[in-house]
T-cell receptor, first 111, second 116 residues
Framework: GESVGLHLPTLSVQEGDNSIINCAYS??????FIWYKQESGKGPQFIID?????DKRQGQRVTVLLNKTVKHLSLQIAATQPGDSAVYFC??????????FGGGTRLMVKP | EAGVTQFPSHSVIEKGQTVTLRCDPI?????LYWYRRVMGKEIKFLLH????????ESGMPNNRFLAERTGGTYSTLKVQPAELEDSGVYFC??????????????FGPGTRLTVT
């Protein structure tokens, strides 16, 4: 698969538990942050975003937290399901141009 | 509505050969981006088109890479001559021109390039 040769930190959780994936970003001027999910053989898929003037945003089963003081972003997934197994990337965006991606975290959900 | 499509899905070429990757963005999306992930590294930006114009090509690694978007529709990324370190997955993404949707980039499935 696509991840061959790519060594990622892995988070292993039990089905039904909550998952928290963390990310540190680099540019204090970034005004927009996104979490992407990537399944094997597919491109990154948008999950949720947050603007820099917010510190929390909730979606369906997902919550993103932004701490600008320490330049930290987290993704919380409630009641994790097997279908949530994937690689998760945070990305920062400045002025609508290029995305700068973090290294990614592999989430494995045990049934 | 069709998403971003990329062709081929996988290409295996020998060092020194030429390869051309194609991306078809979502219809109506003026912004088109190329990214890649090489062995063991994170996804990195290559360049950004607005319609047919190159807005930002700061991520292009060297002059062996040439991107075009004639007519402002599909885009091609040519690697000539390919080197071993070019192996990786090349992603294309597109987004609308303005508004909040300007930020939301939709990705294609990627082209896996293997240079031997």
């Amino acid at each position: 698969g696509e991840s061959v040769g790519l060594h990622l930190p892995t988070l292993s959780v039990q089905e039904g538990d909550n998952s928290i994936i963390n990310c540190a970003y680099s540019n204090s001027a970034s005004d927009y942050f996104i979490w992407y999910k990537q399944e094997s053989g597919k491109g990154p898929q948008f999950i949720i975003d947050i603007r820099s003037n917010m510190d929390k945003r909730q979606g369906q089963r997902v919550t993103v937290l932004l701490n600008k003081t320490v330049k930290h972003l987290s993704l919380q997934i409630a009641a994790t399901q097997p279908g949530d197994s994937a690689v998760y990337f945070c990305a920062e965006n400045n002025a609508g141009n290029m995305l700068t991606f973090g290294g990614g975290t592999r989430l494995m959900v045990k049934p | 509505e069709a998403g971003v499509t990329q062709f081929p899905s996988h290409s295996v070429i020998e060092k020194g050969q030429t390869v051309t990757l194609r991306c078809d963005p979502i219809s109506g999306h003026d912004n088109l981006y190329w990214y890649r992930r090489v062995m063991g590294k994170e996804i990195k930006f290559l360049l950004h088109f607005v319609k047919e114009s190159k807005q930002d090509e700061s991520g292009m690694p060297n002059n062996r890479f040439l991107a075009e978007r004639t007519g402002g529709t599909y885009s091609t990324l040519k690697v000539q001559p390919a080197e071993l370190e070019d192996s990786g997955v090349y992603f294309c993404a597109s987004s609308q021109r303005s508004g909040r949707a300007h930020y939301e980039q939709y990705f294609g499935p990627g082209t896996r390039l293997t240079v031997t």
